[in-house]
């Protein structure tokens, strides 16, 4: 059990750089917007989703109607709907129990999806060690996003130092660890490329989390046939 759980947090940090950036600017951002620490934190912690939580922010910020802000977070975060299911279909198989499922089910996201994967893929992995992974995840986000928002007013504007990396540049990384073939490497270079225009032409997050999953879906449908 030691070992597992050195290991599942050696591998969460190796997204610290990306995610820890990204947590602060959440915390700022959400304080900024209105919301107090509190709420901004219980945002982090229950949602645990940074491109919906940003998302809501924007939309809070321009007085959007509920229905709009419900759809936008539903739209975003719609691949989980697959993610969870690959994710408890490996906790299945390495033996979980069903609350254990439950739990690796309720941690799913891309990065800890994209580390359990990779894992799984060089050994055979217990079920707490999973379950390590999403929960230092969790801990690095709820805890960069605390020092967000008792700070972030505070900051001078970080637009110049470039931390809006973070978000494209994690999902960057996530591509490192799936190419393993020349398919795959194929597959997310092309939707890199394509995310990558949608961004130039001014979506923003939205081309990259929604244009990438919507081809990476298409091209397994079409493989599936």
Known sequence: MASALRQGVARALTLAPGLVPLGL????????AGFSV???VAISALVFAGGAQFATVGLVTTSAALLSIVGSV?????????????TVDMGRKAGARGWQRVLLALGTVDESYALQ?????????????????????WTLWVGSTVVGALVGSRLPDLAPYGLDY?????????????????????AGLVALALGGAAALAGYGSWAVLVVPPLLAFAWGWKRGR
Do not use: K, M
């Open 74 to 86: 539903f739209l975003i975060n719609a691949r989980y709907f697959l993610l969870s299911a690959a």
């Open 25 to 32: 600017l959440f915390g700022a951002a959400a304080v900024n």
């Open 38 to 40: 509190g709420a901004a």
């Open 166 to 186: 973070a978000l494209p540049g994690i999902f960057v990384g996530l591509l490192g660890i799936f190419a393993d073939s020349r398919e795959r490497l194929f």
């Open 117 to 137: 994967a990779a894992w799984t893929a060089q050994e055979r992995v217990s079920p707490f060690g999973l379950l390590v992974v999403p929960l230092a995840l």
